[in-house]
């Protein structure tokens, strides 16, 4: 994986308002997902793979070490993540149907952002 200024490009979990019932999705699309990044703005890497753990509708875990993972798919099935490692944080949001989930994603800190799509791996 390669870094963004610092940063594993490894953020790609939406960020989007919660559902007006404010409710989170089953669990459904709990379980691990591919994710696959695209850097169109900026100067961070052009592209990334990672692995994103899903549980109980939250975002618990990414395949990048030393990255803290924070995020959740609502009752509307719209993504929402934050990923930090130290300073730097990147943002993502994003919907997700079935098997397959898209959005964008943007690091402020590092000037750059982008689209991410991801697949469910089981």
């Keep these: 994986m390669r870094a963004v200024r610092g940063l594993p490009l490894l953020f790609l979990v939406p960020l989007a308002a919660m559902a007006q019932d404010g409710g989170l999705a089953s669990k459904a699309y709990d379980g691990q997902w591919r994710v696959a990044v ?3 703005v900026g100067n961070c890497a052009p592209a990334a793979d990672v692995v994103v753990t899903v549980k109980d509708a939250k975002i618990v875990g990414v395949s990048a070490g030393g990255v803290e ?24 949001n994003g919907s997700v149907k079935g098997a397959s989930a898209s959005g964008a994603w943007s690091a402020s800190a ?4 982008g689209r991410w799509t991801a697949t469910r791996v089981n």
């Design 38 to 40: 695209q850097t169109t």
């Design 110 to 113: 590092d000037y750059c952002g």
């Design 69 to 92: 993972t924070w995020g959740y798919i609502d009752a509307g099935n719209m993504v929402v993540g934050r990923f930090s490692q130290g300073e730097r944080a990147l943002r993502a």
